[in-house]
């Protein structure tokens, strides 16, 4: 079993930036990639960005892309998300995932988060 844990979510306002932190621990070996997604109220789960553990290529949706930024410590086991230029529109709950796979689709993600808050006032 994997589990990940994350931390950093908050109230800010427009324009604030955020770090969310996602531990991952457990039976790592056959995890590829680690992803983060996002779930507004009434809306579907959403790919947010990923990233391939051994290339540490990055991957990002076009309504982040260039605000926020994936990154990640292999000596700590940790998943960063930096969130820039936050927008009310990206009020969520942010969860973190684990696949085996690089992709973009939550069915491909075996691992998930508990999720913590992002709430951008306007």
């Known amino acids: 079993q994997v589990q990940l844990v994350e931390s950093g979510g908050g109230l800010v306002q427009t324009g604030d930036s955020l770090r969310l932190s996602c531990v991952v621990s457990?039976?790592?070996?056959?995890?590829?990639?680690t992803g983060w997604f996002r779930q507004a109220p009434g809306k579907e789960r959403e790919f947010v960005t990923g990233?391939?553990?051994?290339?540490?290529?990055?991957y990002y949706a076009d309504s982040v892309k260039g605000r926020f930024t994936i990154s990640r410590d292999s000596a700590k086991n940790t998943v960063y998300l930096q969130m820039n230029s936050l927008k009310p529109e990206d009020t969520a709950v942010y969860y973190c995932?684990?696949?085996?796979?690089?992709?973009?689709?939550?069915?491909?993600?075996?691992?998930w988060g508990q999720g913590t808050q992002v709430t951008v006032s306007s």
């Open positions: 457990g039976r790592t070996f056959s995890i590829s990639s």
């Open positions: 990233i391939r553990w051994l290339s540490s290529n990055t």
């Open positions: 995932a684990c696949s085996q796979y690089g992709s973009r689709s939550p069915p491909e993600y075996d691992y």
